[in-house]
């Protein structure tokens, strides 16, 4: 016999302010990555790689890299577009035609450093 309880009501059990707008996605990643390599996570880069290489980062580049991560680790196409946002499966599969990423990149580099 299963028993069923009332419904309740929906609650938030945390604020963590604003949400972010797509000017400050770019300022995050940044941040996070000079953190990063702060704190010796990157430790095959040099001191002048990460001036060099968080110029170049985008909100498109990591879009990008995490269709192709995701794609890797075996993703289906329909949760990789509700994921990412892509509107049609056109977009998803033209970025993984030539995958940067080996199959579990991310994974393998959050691992390592936690």
Known sequence: ??????????????????????ASV???YRS????AFDCGALDDLTKDDPVRLLKNVS????????????FA????LAGIMVALGWKSPR????????????PGTAGCLMAKHS
């Open 1 to 22: 016999m299963i028993r069923c309880q009332a419904a309740v009501t929906a609650r938030i059990g945390y604020d963590v302010g604003e949400g972010t707008s797509p």
């Open 26 to 28: 770019v300022p995050t």
């Open 32 to 35: 996070i990555m000079q953190w």
């Open 59 to 70: 909100t498109r580049s990591t879009r990008v890299g995490l269709n192709q991560e995701l």
């Open 73 to 76: 680790s075996c993703e289906d």
């Open 91 to 102: 977009m998803s599969l033209a970025y993984n035609r030539n995958p940067a990423a080996k």
